[in-house]
């Protein structure tokens, strides 16, 4: 029985086409997963990625932009008695070359052609993935 929402904030940063994609260990195997996390009680969303960001990866956001917010029911792969609720943003960041892995949770991080095949698992980051290649990439002249 659900009897928790667990909500989660996520940032697509881009740069040059290429986004930055963090994987880390899941039941024996590598997760690739946006950066971000869970929403903390008294917190707005953006703040939420903003200690998130730097939490994890010693970033600064600049600017954020709505990209997506799930829209299914979804329980979380982690706990049965959990429903998800996703939200995801693209960000800029302050200065890249601040960008160190802080959190032991990330094996390591990537940046991945938006052009690429769709790298994620998770069914709402494969549609963000598919929603930042229309954005990006496939997106008329």
């Known amino acids: 029985m659900i009897d928790r929402f667990n909500v989660r904030v996520y940032a697509a940063c881009i740069k040059n086409n290429k986004?930055?994609?963090?994987r880390e260990e899941y039941a024996g195997g590598s997760l690739a997963k946006f950066p971000g996390g869970g929403l903390e009680f008294g917190e707005?969303?953006?703040?939420?990625?903003?200690r998130e960001l730097l939490?994890?990866?010693n970033?600064?956001?600049?600017?954020?932009?709505h990209l997506y917010t799930q829209e299914d029911f979804l329980i979380s792969r982690f706990s049965d008695k959990e429903q998800l609720l996703t939200l995801y943003?693209?960000?800029?960041v302050e200065e890249i070359n601040d960008?160190?892995?802080l959190d032991p949770c990330i094996e390591s991080l990537e940046w991945i052609s938006l052009k690429e095949e769709n790298p994620f698992e998770l069914?709402?980051?494969k549609i963000v993935f598919d929603k930042l290649k229309e954005k990006y990439v496939n997106a008329p002249l």
């Open 19 to 22: 986004l930055l994609v963090l």
């Open 44 to 50: 707005g969303a953006l703040d939420c990625l903003k």
């Open 55 to 57: 939490e994890e990866l």
């Open 59 to 65: 970033l600064k956001i600049t600017k954020t932009e």
């Open 89 to 92: 943003y693209t960000v800029d």
């Open 99 to 101: 960008l160190v892995i």
């Open 123 to 125: 069914p709402v980051d």
